[in-house]
């Protein structure tokens, strides 16, 4: 199963954009990556995903290597609202599409 | 329209006790997941359901964590003989269908609030 990194914390101003990173260097051909946040005390929300292409949803812009080994999630303009800690997931086996979260990487907005 | 929801919302309960926690998915998700989340840590898989059978069952943490589903809808969590270990958050997902086998296609998976169990 892929495995991934990620920075365990980061900080944006306001307005500014957010670029969070992720490594997936072992992730298999037909493997998705997956990007969801969890506000404090909240249930996981989905954000976007992609296989190879990049994508781009109301939310936020997901960008992904040619080699597929990183990713990097993009909120364009962070707002309080966006502080949460950021889950990015390589899809699993074949049979289940349950979902392995790490430690994810806590975003702080700061005014 | 409506999510996933979950009841109730906290429960606190003595050590040994039974506990039951509920989750209605999305209405016409045929995928059932459960997840828990320890206190300070990530999520954790417990079980898959697709319609009322659980091809994966590998994340129960112990016999005494059980899980079933009726009419591919509802979807109870029963934890007996509750442990203080068994504290956390317990979330619920549901995905329209889930991946086909060997394929690439994929269902995106929606989360309830959870509900915190708290064993004293």
């Known amino acids: 199963d892929a495995k991934t990194t990620q920075p365990t914390s980061m900080d944006c101003a306001e307005g500014r954009a957010a670029n969070l990173p992720c490594n997936h260097s072992?992730?298999?051909?037909?493997?998705?990556v997956y990007w969801y946040r969890q506000i404090h005390s909240q249930g996981p929300q989905y954000i976007i995903h992609?296989?190879?292409n990049n994508e781009t949803n109301e939310m936020a812009s997901l960008i992904i290597t040619e080699d597929r080994k990183s990713s990097t999630l993009i909120l364009p303009h962070a707002t309080l609202r966006d502080t949460a800690v950021y889950y990015c997931?390589?899809?699993?086996?074949?049979?289940?599409?349950?979902?392995?979260f790490g430690t994810g990487t806590r975003l702080q907005v700061f005014p | 329209g409506a999510g996933v929801s979950q009841s109730p919302s906290n429960k606190v309960t003595e050590k040994g006790k039974d506990v039951e926690l509920r989750c209605d998915p999305i209405?016409?998700?045929?995928?059932l997941y459960w997840y828990r989340q320890s206190l300070g840590q990530g999520l954790e898989f417990l079980i898959y359901?697709?319609?009322?059978?659980?091809?994966?069952k590998s994340g129960l943490p112990s016999d005494r964590f059980s899980a079933e589903r009726t009419g591919g809808s509802v979807s109870t969590l029963t934890i007996q003989r509750t442990q203080q270990e068994d504290s956390a958050v317990y979330l619920c997902?549901?995905?329209?269908?889930?991946?086909?086998?060997?394929?690439?296609?994929?269902?995106?998976?929606?989360f309830g609030p959870g509900t915190r169990l708290t064993v004293l």
């Open positions: 992609g296989l190879k």
């Open positions: 072992t992730i298999s051909g037909n493997e998705y």
């Open positions: 997931i390589v899809s699993q086996s074949y049979n289940t599409d349950k979902l392995i």
């Open positions: 359901f697709q319609g009322n059978s659980a091809p994966d």
């Open positions: 997902a549901s995905s329209l269908v889930p991946r086909t086998s060997g394929g690439a296609s994929t269902d995106t998976q929606y």
């Open positions: 209405s016409g998700h045929t995928a």
